[in-house]
DNA sequence: TTGTATGCGTTATCAA
DNA sequence: TTGATAACGCATACAA
């Protein structure tokens, strides 16, 4: 593969002044730097990325830390990296790729931050769910040097890039209220606050008592479950807002077996609008959040740390709208 | 960060020492060792990984390329990356992730095939999908002394790792006619042999005539319609396997629609173990593939591909088990 | 058993 | 406007 030396050998000048005729910047005559360009095009020249980097100590490299217990093989992580991918690569960034281990090995994963910012990289972007918690590895990074993001993490003390999960849940019920439903229903875990907050914020907005039927877990199966918990309700719910995709499967999954009709009798919304909700039946209206976009975020704001550019006010993080998708469950 | 120089100076003797004592090959005296092991320790000593490179020419880095149109965002995509991540970490080699352009920009891919190679990796691992078609891309790899696999690619002329589909829609059917179903119907696209060649061969080794209900594409909503086909068959099929997941579930959502039941009436088994599947209506039997494993294989296939190692009796390509996963459709 | 010196490909310093 | 030359951190041929 062509190095500088070939095309300074090639085209008859020194290596310093193909340095600069590539670059575009410094002064180089005119007809030597189309002589120069002409022969690194001719041999088809590509600058030797770790050479580059070993010179100039910046790196060339982000580092993703997906993973984590459960996470690790979510669907979702991959539209993400995607996005954050082609916005690094047009920023002259490539990415790495590493993953969490799971829950018994907490302790290697404390391990696994410091190889992350011994290999070096321009920036670290991180996925919930990974060992280190998120405040401690955010300072250590701060303190290294490395510039970092979290991608989707609830911990408000951190840099991280967000969906609007409540502004999410707004709309969805607000929609669900246009539709004529009366008695809308919030399934989910109480401890997740973004999502219930839109909810009982919303419910205030119309007027309406929220009415809350908690989850131990937001699973599939806890859904299934609660599906029966709500049609036992007096007066029963006409329309759920599920706290997940996941969940609101599960509630359909019970609806189904209790015979009610969906949405005639009973209206479902999900959260999420992974691939599972448009494969339904019936197929899921639920809250789409831009995962691509979150990416692209993502590696925006890496690249400005990066570049050293100040933070804006109101500081590194940022929120991405939702959107809602509505199809045959509403 | 500490270098070889730190550690030098740290324990008193010269650089050439220190990378004796930490490599552990060559006479270095124990007590030196020993004292250069601390000072390493003490230093929290990592070697930079680029300086190694450029200095070895040999890359630490696997460049994988996934995407393409489709199935740029699929989520069976993230374990078989994390699979590969985790068997290349473990041979040291770290992983870099690249996604393909979308179908219009056909050449901006080929292009990048030579950004991949640009990079000097130590190997290339490609998903279906990719902009340049297999074999061209292969022999270029080829040719540039790039070691490469392909993941589930259906070339056979290519080195890949792939899932025993056949084996798969074999242990499926089997599965069917064993619980007592006596019409078993093919629900698919047609141009793809492997998984109907798998029916094919079980139906006669079951020695009964196999029905097929071609579809035109593997859609969810096509799945939908074929469901009416195969309910208006005279005598009606009492099982269908499906040519994947999301067909399936597009057959289960119009048997519902037809108020069939399931699986009293119709057993309906997938293909791919997707999120989906196990969140459907009634949950779906379906045959899994280990894409973690595949990962895993592919990873060790390259790293052998690396070291140097000669190909096996019978090639690089390694054909891996399926699994039927049995649920509430069958 | 240990040390010196060189080069990987690039960028940057400084002098010409 | 251009060219020698040093340096990034590591690995290794060669000398001691």
Chains 1, 2 share one sequence.
Not at 56 to 79: C, F, K, M, P
């Amino acid at each position: 593969m062509a190095r500088l030396k070939d095309i300074a050998e090639a085209s008859g000048v020194s290596i310093r002044t193909v340095g600069r005729a590539l670059k575009g910047a410094g002064y180089v005559h005119k007809d030597v730097r189309e002589r120069v360009l002409a022969s690194a095009k001719e041999l088809d020249y590509r600058p030797h990325r770790l050479a580059r980097s070993l010179r100039t100590g910046r790196s060339h490299e982000v580092l993703v830390l997906a993973g984590g217990i459960g996470g690790q093989r979510d669907e979702l992580h991959i539209a993400k990296i995607a996005g954050m991918e082609r916005a690094l690569r047009a920023g002259d960034m490539a990415l790495g790729l590493l993953f969490g281990l799971e829950d018994q090995a907490r302790r290697q994963n404390r391990d696994l931050l410091d190889e992350l910012i011994s290999r070096r990289p321009g920036g670290i972007a991180l996925f919930p769910g990974d060992g280190p918690q998120a405040k401690p590895a955010a300072r250590r990074l701060e303190v290294g040097g490395v510039p970092y993001i979290f991608l989707d993490h609830p911990d408000r003390d951190v840099d991280a890039v967000r969906h609007d999960r409540q502004q999410g849940v707004h709309e969805a019920v607000t929609y669900l209220a246009s539709r004529g439903r009366k008695r809308i229903a919030y399934v989910g875990v109480i401890d997740e606050r973004s999502r219930l907050d839109g909810y009982e914020r919303t419910m205030r907005e119309l007027g309406r008592p929220p009415i809350i039927v908690p989850m131990p877990k937001p699973t599939w199966e806890d859904g299934r479950k609660a599906a029966s918990a709500v049609a036992a309700l007096d007066p029963r719910p006409d329309a759920i807002m599920g706290y997940s995709d996941i969940v609101a499967l599960g509630i359909l999954a019970g609806l189904h077996e209790l015979g009610i009709k969906i949405p005639a009798e009973i209206a479902v919304i999900g959260f999420d609008d992974r691939m599972a909700a448009s494969l339904s039946f019936p197929p899921l209206t639920t809250v789409q959040q831009d995962n691509d976009a979150l990416g692209v975020a993502a590696a925006e704001v890496l690249l400005a740390k990066v570049r050293g550019d100040p933070p804006p006010a109101g500081g590194w993080s940022r929120l991405l709208p939702t959107r809602l998708i509505v199809r045959a469950s509403t």
